[in-house]
């Protein structure tokens, strides 16, 4: 029976982040995946601008990158656009498939053992260690599990049954997200999205909760549309006949009447892939007795615009950072691996809190917003780095918050009253 220091149950971006920097620290560890990598997962495939925080992510920009986005598009229901331009990249796209093989690529050159192919079947924790077993029948011990496993991780069971909390998410607090990838080419890609590739969002898509997007990649387009798992149930039990794959497709014909999308490119449903995304603030405790949560597996995603990335990422280093404090302690009881519960919410959890009213302010009003984000350049700036997750809760609160309240009164109200309505400026691809 083979012993590690740590096992990381899943090898997504927030486990492959735990296995780099343990690693790193020059621990053994184990990164054990169900999956065979390399291997495609449904994501709209943006980095926030966080992500330069990770040096061994900017370092490498080569082997993964994409594209750099200068410029962002925000249609509202009406249509209305906001479009923010900037000298620097605000945004960042990859694709899953190459990006999170290549994190585990990083992790096993540390010395992580990678284990593919081969789902965790059950693991349970005694006074000394956690004892693993793995869908082939072997079984292993390490000193600490993570769990990485993504929406209804098994980890994140086992703390939510512990500590008497639902065992799952409720449906408003999962997004259902639907997309694809098409292959456009260079040419067009540069003529339609410009050097800059333009980031494109469509906020309260056929004025349901949530938004499409439409990301440029270096030559291939990603589409797709997020919604509360929670709508979609209620619009199924209201018309049995509505369905979320022509709801994508409609999108698409959408697009293309804008001509963001190539016309003679026909997108069927076999194209399209799905996941759930957790979107709940993230869970009120993430640890226990040698065992603690990141990434999707502790809802750690932002509530305005699913990104979780970053989040996914630096769960994961801040995890190993907290495990290396406690390897010197030798100490795992849950009351010491709160270390790490108190690290990512002291660090981004007041974040998460405040991106979930501006969903909230979004979903509300969303004309009003966009039209004064589009009139007003420094609102612009603010609303755009906050959808992509590149504001600090602070100026969430402080500063956003304010100027949404001022263009609600100052755009709707007195403008129906004094019977003066500002012209927004049209935008052209």
């Keep these: 029976m083979s012993h590690y220091d740590v096992l990381v149950e899943g090898a997504g971006p927030a486990g492959a982040t735990a296995a780099y920097y343990l690693a790193k620290q020059g621990k053994k560890v184990a990164l054990v995946d169900r999956a ?17 925080e990770f040096d061994h992510i900017i370092s490498n920009w080569d082997d993964f990158l994409e594209s750099k986005c200068f410029r962002g598009i925000v249609y509202g229901p009406d249509f209305t656009p906001v479009d923010y331009v900037s000298e620097k990249p ?13 994190l585990v690529e990083y992790a096993v050159a540390e010395g992580a053992t990678l284990i593919e192919g081969i789902a965790v079947k059950s693991f349970e924790v005694k006074t000394d260690k956690v004892i693993t077993k793995l869908r082939n029948g072997d079984e292993l011990t390490s000193d600490v599990i993570i769990g990485a496993g993504g929406s209804f991780d098994m980890v994140s069971r086992r703390i939510r049954e512990i500590e008497n909390m639902p065992m799952k998410w409720k449906d408003e607090d999962i997004a259902t997200a639907l997309y694809f990838e098409v292959e456009v080419g260079r040419e067009y890609m540069d003529r339609v999205y410009g050097k800059e590739r333009v980031s494109m969002a469509h906020i309260k898509y056929q004025n349901l909760d949530g938004y499409g997007w439409s990301f440029s990649k270096d030559t291939v387009l990603n589409v797709g549309i997020g919604c509360p798992r929670s709508i979609i149930k209620k619009l199924k039990k209201d018309n049995p006949k509505w369905d979320e794959r022509q709801y994508l497709l409609d999108y698409v014909d959408t697009l293309k009447d804008q001509g963001w999308f190539p016309k003679d490119i026909e997108v069927n449903r076999k ?15 993430t640890v226990g007795d040698r065992m603690l949560v990141i990434g999707d597996a502790g809802g750690f995603v932002s509530p305005l615009s699913g990104e979780g990335l970053y989040y996914a990422l630096d769960s994961g280093r801040i995890a190993a950072e907290s495990l290396d404090a ?15 519960h108190n690290a990512w919410s002291g660090k981004w959890g007041d974040d998460l809190e405040w991106l979930k009213v501006g969903w909230h302010l979004l979903m509300v009003m969303p004309n009003s917003l966009i039209k004064y984000a589009a009139l007003d350049e ?16 602070s100026k969430i609160k ?11 009164l100052k755009h709707d109200f007195l403008s129906h009253v004094i019977g003066k309505h500002e012209q927004v400026p049209s935008i052209s691809n």
Excluded: W
């Design 36 to 52: 065979k990598f390399p291997r495609e997962k449904a994501c709209g495939g943006g980095l926030c601008v966080h992500i330069e």
């Design 90 to 102: 605000f945004f960042y796209n990859i694709r899953r498939l190459k990006f999170d093989n290549t």
């Design 271 to 285: 194209m399209i892939a799905g996941s759930n995304i957790p979107v709940g603030m993230g869970m009120k405790c």
């Design 326 to 340: 406690l390897f010197k302690e030798g100490a795992f009881d849950k009351q010491s691996m709160m270390l790490y």
């Design 378 to 393: 420094e609102t612009k700036e603010f609303f755009t780095h906050m959808f992509v997750g590149s504001m600090p809760a």
């Design 398 to 408: 402080n500063k956003v918050l304010a100027l949404i309240a001022k263009g609600a």
